[in-house]
Each structure stands twice: as structure tokens, then as C-alpha cells.
């Protein structure tokens, strides 16, 4: 487990996460996993509990992950303005898309669908793509950036450590065709 942890976690915060940071987080996701009661005794305060539907692992991946690398928000429009702030300047500079015109669309499969164009062309060949990821934490949206040469990888590592993830565009059209978002 450990191993394929570090490697969605480089995946993940390329760039943007220290690889100490890196190996510290992985190291505690995995003592969560290994002894969850052990790790909860070492962290009484940590705010998590037994009914959430996360099991603690993935909570502690969620939770230590920064906010430039798992985003979080109540709308898209909050989503891509943290989304701006999270990329360099050259990528932030080369978005054409406002976050008033996000919020400006009546439908947010469009919306989200627009975000994505944007991102595919930043970077390098390929650019960016959007992934809900991890369990349901009470945010309406929790997503994280991937280059879009690595989703592929990325998605199988989140399939073989039974992390929830999807393509960001493609679960909110099957989770407002399901009643949810």
C-alpha cells in the first residue's frame, strides 16, 4: 500500500508538495490504515469519528492533503478561484475564463465542462484535467488537478487503493442524473 500511496501522492502534488512532506504524509495514511485505534489515540483531537462514511485512512489522506493540491468548495465558482490561486503565474495568467463567468452559467455541467477546456490547454501537450477524488467529506465539491497524461495512472492507483476518484466533468453528469449536486 505504501508504496502505490507515494506514488498517487507524487502524482498528486507534483511540484507543489515537498518530497519530505511526501513521505511524512504517506507514512501517516498508512499507520491510519495499519492501527486505527493506535492512530487515534495519538491524535484524540483530530475531529474525525466513527460515523463518517470515510474510513479513517482516506480522512487523514483528505485532510493532509494542501489546499493548492485537494480543493475544496461550496460552488464551482469558489472551486476555480482556489483552482487560480493553486497555479503558477504563467498557467493563472493564461486562463481566459473569469470566475464571474463560471458563475455566470445556468448549468454547471457546462460550467465545469468549460473549466475543464480551459485546463487542457495549459502546461505542456495535454494540459490538465479535473478529478473528483476521496471520500465524502461535507464539501459539495472536493477535486484535485492531475496532468492529463497521468489520469490514467493516477485513476488505477485511486482503483487499487480504493480511493473514490472519477473525472470531474463526467461524475457531476452522473451524479445530477442520480438526483445528487
Known amino acids: 500500500m505504501k508504496d502505490e500511496l507515494l506514488e498517487l501522492l507524487y502524482r498528486l502534488g507534483r511540484g507543489r508538495i515537498e518530497p ?21 489515540r495519538w491524535h484524540e483531537t483530530s475531529g474525525w469519528h466513527e460515523r463518517f462514511a470515510a474510513p479513517l485512512w482516506q480522512w487523514v489522506l ?14 464551482l465558482e469558489a472551486l476555480y478561484e482556489s483552482l487560480i490561486g493553486g497555479l503558477d503565474e504563467e498557467s493563472a495568467g493564461a486562463l481566459m475564463l473569469s470566475v464571474d463567468e ?13 473549466v475543464q477546456d480551459e485546463l487542457e490547454g495549459l502546461g505542456h501537450a495535454g494540459g490538465y484535467s479535473l ?5 465524502d467529506l461535507g464539501e459539495p465539491l472536493q477535486l484535485v488537478l492531475v496532468h492529463s497524461v497521468e489520469l490514467p495512472r493516477v485513476l488505477d492507483l485511486c ?23
Do not use: H, Y
Open 20 to 40: 519530505a512532506v511526501l513521505r511524512a504524509l504517506t507514512e501517516e495514511v498508512a499507520e491510519a490504515c495499519a492501527d486505527p485505534r493506535g492512530w487515534l
Open 159 to 181: 482503483s487499487a487503493l480504493g480511493i473514490p476518484a472519477a473525472p470531474s466533468c463526467q461524475a457531476l453528469r452522473d451524479a445530477i442524473r442520480l438526483g445528487g449536486r
Open 102 to 114: 463560471v458563475a455566470g452559467f445556468a448549468d454547471p455541467v457546462v460550467a465545469l465542462q468549460a
Open 62 to 75: 483528505c485532510r493532509g492533503l494542501p489546499a493548492e493540491v485537494l480543493l475544496r468548495g461550496d460552488t
Open 131 to 135: 478529478l473528483d477524488f476521496g471520500p
